[in-house]
């Protein structure tokens, strides 16, 4: 039986992402398309890595499944070599540059390091290759350990507990409107903040992993700490739907009218921003929804009038309006069209809270856009119109293409 038209054209299209060592550079890793040159991508990399070892997993393909465990590692480990003394891991590198987006420079304006993703991986990774990757796994939760102190440490928003961005550049889904074109240090973002609580708790089965039970309930505590946060802060019950926060709150009256008497104290700290993103549902991926908000956002990823599309999930809901299919790369655009990780996010949270009928179908229309695609134009591309399923940008874009082949079973 000839094999799904998505799994032979990722199984031909896989070997492209891989990359030997250069410059910095000095392990194997892997790239988000055949487009790309020598680029190490933060949570590129960790995608395109566990999509390849989905994609082997569903092809029976033992070598593609080795070199993807070897280039993983090895994208994994040069983050890790190039820690700053700060514990931060830079956003990208090229073989001649450790940290091209600047992260760690001296002076400046306010700058962002790599996405929380780097547990996930690690777990990932270790899981795959089960005991033999003990030594390499104790000596790299450490650092792990560090980055995740870097984060807590400088971009916290105490008053919350939730992590902000620092600026607007390099936050994965570029135009947010959330955080794009917004003060630093302002956004209390759910995409970071449901990555941050996803990556405390793969740190723990980590140190499980290691045997470290001690250490393993330290970073559950922590992940139990950033879902509390989420639900507390996040969450609107009037509209059923998470929300990213606006933490710019302060009480000026002492320095304006310093004569006057005060009265109430301020009596929050901070304002949900009401755009209905994609990013609303992945406390259903990260499983920090309680069952009842779950019920909510089911519904409303359903709904063919805001999220639920002919050709999968729109990343911004219809009724928004800055809604726009415009094709952009600087930044790429992520109010409306879809996004194979949006939607491969979102099936995995309607999964985890038992919600099959409705992921099946999610899966469904996902898999058809791009077996479509790829039947029509001879590639995936980056994203896609949600009403026509045409391409709108970056023919030969992989990435977290690959995780759709997960999804070919519901499908």
């Not at 994994?76 to 700053?84: R, T």
Request: proline letters at 7%.
């Amino acid at each position: 039986m000839a094999p799904h038209p998505l799994i032979a054209h990722f199984r031909r299209a896989a070997p492209a992402l891989f990359r030997e060592p250069a410059g910095v550079l000095r392990h194997p890793f892997v790239v988000p398309g055949s487009i790309y040159g020598r680029e190490l991508w933060d949570w590129d990399s960790y995608w395109t890595t566990l999509g390849m070892l989905r994609l082997s997993e569903a092809a029976g393909d033992t070598e593609l499944r080795g070199r993807a465990l070897r280039h993983g590692r090895g994208s994994l480990l040069n983050f890790l070599e190039h820690q700053d003394p700060s514990g931060g891991l830079p956003i990208m590198m090229r073989a001649d540059n450790p940290d091209v987006f600047g992260c760690f420079e001296p002076g400046g304006p306010e700058r962002n390091q790599a996405k929380p993703v780097f547990a996930r991986f690690a777990l990932a990774l270790a899981e795959a290759e089960g005991e033999a990757a003990r030594d390499w796994l104790a000596e790299a939760l450490p650092r792990i350990e560090r980055f995740h102190a870097y984060w807590e440490n400088r971009y916290i928003h105490e008053p919350t507990g939730l992590l902000v961005w620092g600026s607007d550049v390099g936050i994965g889904v570029d135009n947010d409107p959330s955080c794009y074109a917004r003060p630093p240090r302002s956004s209390a973002n759910l995409l970071l903040n449901c990555l941050h609580h996803a990556d405390l708790a793969a740190a723990a089965r980590c140190a499980r992993l290691l045997g470290d039970e001690k250490g393993a309930a330290r970073w559950s505590a922590r992940a139990e700490a950033s879902a509390a946060a989420i639900r507390r802060h996040c969450w609107d019950a009037r509209d059923g739907f998470f929300y990213s926060l606006d933490v710019l709150c302060a009480d000026h009256r002492a320095e304006l009218i310093p004569w006057a008497k005060p009265g109430l104290p301020l009596a929050w700290s901070g304002l949900p921003i009401r755009i209905q993103l994609f990013t609303g549902f992945l406390p259903l991926w990260c499983g920090a929804a309680s069952p009842e908000q779950a019920t909510a956002l089911r519904d409303h990823a359903m709904n063919p009038e805001t999220f639920f599309a002919p050709h999968g999930l729109r990343s911004l809901s219809r009724r928004e309006p800055m809604f726009t299919l415009a094709r952009s790369n600087n930044p790429s655009n992520w109010l409306g069209p879809v996004w194979i990780l949006a939607s491969h996010l979102v099936w995995c949270g309607l999964l985890r809270y038992g919600f099959k009928a409705e992921a099946d179908e999610l899966a469904h229309r996902t898999v058809e856009l791009l077996a479509d695609g790829i039947a029509r134009h001879g590639d995936t591309h980056e994203a896609y119109d949600p009403e026509i399923g045409a391409p709108i940008m970056n023919k030969g874009f992989l990435s977290w293409n690959i995780l759709a082949c997960e999804m070919l079973a519901a499908s």
